[in-house]
T-cell receptor, first 110, second 115 residues
């Protein structure tokens, strides 16, 4: 079963622009994580935000979490062609079970 | 540190045959996961191990899929017999302590094609 749903499913932007991806989920969570997947490769962890946190930054990444709305957003600032990939949110429960959404396919054009 | 190793990288089999995938997690990682990723979709959790015990296998089709993690280190995932709908990438991931919410480290996966 899928817990998170990403929006939009696909996003195409120019290099230098910002990219925002949203994730909504249904049940209570312990943490929410974002991963990136390049074509033909495994997923790479980007950032983790715990249920008692509202915002986190890592380099050009900014993640927000609103537990009252059961939603999260990932902002990539000043995007680069190398950011082209699929991005997945994943919700973690108390037992460490991590459920992934369907992903957002980001294309950054040079 | 060495990453999560998976083999084989690719496998093509006919339906009703059996297949096995192998995973070697990062040394010292207590939690090991197997995910199935169908083209264009997000990874679907099949089974989660904590050391050599199963934490969650609610989504594992137990009539045909089996997995084990002997001695709490390496793991194998087996499909017997395979169906056409099993065509997917099988991803193994490990975590220092997934139960406490540590991030997952993924291998590059095994791409299975069932004909």
């Amino acid at each position: 079963s899928q817990q998170g749903e990403e929006d939009p499913q696909a996003l195409s932007i120019q290099e230098g622009e910002n990219a925002t991806m949203n994730c909504s989920y249904k049940t209570s969570i312990n943490n929410l994580q974002w991963y990136r997947q390049n074509s033909g490769r495994g997923l790479v962890h980007l950032i983790l935000i715990r249920s008692n946190e509202r915002e986190k930054h890592s380099g050009r990444l900014r993640v927000t979490l609103d537990t009252s709305k059961k939603s999260s957003s990932l902002l990539i600032t000043a995007s680069r062609a190398a950011d082209t990939a699929s991005y997945f949110c994943a919700t973690g429960n108390q037992g460490g079970k991590l459920i992934f959404g369907q992903g957002t396919e980001l294309s950054v054009k040079p | 540190e060495a990453g999560v190793a998976q083999s084989p990288r690719y496998k093509i089999i006919e339906k009703r045959q059996s297949v096995a995938f192998w995973c070697n997690p990062i040394s010292g990682h207590a939690t090991l996961y197997w995910y199935q990723q169908i083209l264009g979709q997000g990874p679907k959790l099949l089974i989660q191990f904590q050391n050599n015990g199963v934490v969650d296998d609610s989504q594992l089709p137990k009539d045909r899929f089996s997995a084990e993690r002997l001695k709490g280190v390496d793991s194998t995932l087996k499909i017997q017999p395979a169906k056409l709908e099993d065509s997917a990438v099988y991803l193994c991931a490990s975590s220092l302590d997934g139960v406490r919410g540590s991030p997952l480290h993924f291998g590059n996966g095994t791409r299975l094609t069932v004909t």
